[in-house]
């Protein structure tokens, strides 16, 4: 490799990258864990440093708890559309 080739190879960012600008956001965090991801945003939640060891786990009994209870409300809905069904003779 000639050293004009090696000249241009890009070099890392110095700055705070997109990522870490989000993994410094409490409200950020909070609004993937309960908006959008449920139980599977939890490693966002773990990675972050800006919860304390007490925040990440009382964070993360609610956000289960919030995740089961969507689970069960679906599964209730379904449960329901089933009966309505059943009783007009479709299954």
Do not use: D
Not at 54 to 60: A, D, F, N, R, S
């Amino acid at each position: 490799m000639s050293n004009g080739a090696a000249s241009q190879v890009p070099q890392p960012s110095r700055g705070r990258s997109q990522w870490e600008k989000l993994l410094s956001s409490r409200k950020t965090i909070l609004i993937i864990l309960f908006g959008m991801t449920g139980v599977l945003g939890l490693p966002l939640l773990w990675i972050s440093h800006v919860f304390t060891v007490g925040e990440k786990v009382l964070w993360t009994i609610l956000n289960t708890l919030y995740t089961l209870m969507l689970i069960g409300l679906a599964a209730g809905v379904c449960y329901w559309c089933y009966l309505r069904f059943k009783e007009a003779g479709i299954f």
